[in-house]
């Protein structure tokens, strides 16, 4: 299920039109009542985390509560045809990962169309992932890695976090990139997979930062690139994997989205607000002690943001043949 990028901006507009002539709700009397964020992910998770400190800057801002409500299953689509199944008046919100626009290539038979269905409101988050290889593996940097797996083809072991998630998808693009042959080992989870990597039942994983930096503080990691286009303060001398593979980039990421029709005068008071927030230092501090930095976008910025992230792991799961599990 692809989406090109022109359908996908022009259905965002739609959507911001629309509402203006349909639903009389306006942003001066919003919100009258709660308002829930739906998260398609089960509690204590980043996203469900992350959803909860936005919530309570927002019930601060506008003065009515902001519920998380958990609807786990999917890949997260369960919670996110609740949203679009939701009346377009601002009461219900999603909670958008970069899980979303994976799926709109994974899965062929979905109940809804991402991009037609959801409006962006507003990005909150990027968070980097880190290369890294169990010590027993002798490369140093990605350059040199790339040329063991050459000379090694079919041989590496490479853990993820599951089929479709964004390790993998990280992961597959590096491969992809690279022109190199591994085997991929899929777990339910980061944590099993961590631990066959810390034992050396695996050798190379695409993980995120906090989930491992204790690890390579500790020696008993080995990163090799960070998956930005820039350094990261917490790991300073680790080099971007674009410096070996010209081009490569990718992160996870999230933001907040309502069903399309809700009204653009609501859409606009939202994101106004949620950016104040990532522009507020302890927000931001929060968001950084979870290996995290703010991206604060208008909705279409947000709109473009989405519609190239799908595009672009379209590929990816199309040159992996990547099925969800």
Known sequence: MKFPRRDFLAGAASAAIVPALAWPARADNYPSRPVNIVVGTAPAGTPDIDARLMGQWLQEKLGQPFIVQNKPGAGTNLGTEMVVRA????????????????????????????IRDIAPVAALVRTPLVMEVHPSVPAKTVAEFIAYAKANPGKINMATSGNGTPQHIAAELFTMMADINVLHVPYRSTTPALVDLLAGQVQVIFDTVPASIEFIHAGKLRPLGV???????????????????????????????????????????????????????????????????????????????????????????????????
């Open 87 to 114: 009346t377009p008046d601002g009461y219900t919100l999603l909670l958008i990962t970069v899980a979303n626009a994976i799926n709109a290539s994974l899965y062929d038979n979905m109940n809804f169309n991402f």
């Open 227 to 325: 998956t930005t286009t820039a350094r990261l303060d917490v790991l300073p001398d680790v080099p971007p994997v674009a410096e070996a593979v010209p081009g490569y980039e990718i992160s996870a990421w999230q933001g907040v989205g309502a069903p399309r029709g809700t009204p653009p005068e609501i859409v606009d008071l939202l994101n106004k607000q949620i950016n104040a927030a990532l522009a507020d230092d302890g927000i931001k501090k929060r968001f950084a002690d979870m290996g995290a930095f703010p991206i604060p976008m208008t909705p279409p910025q947000f709109a473009q943001m989405i519609a190239e992230q799908t595009e672009k792991f379209g590929k990816v799961i199309k040159f992996a043949s990547i099925k969800p599990e």
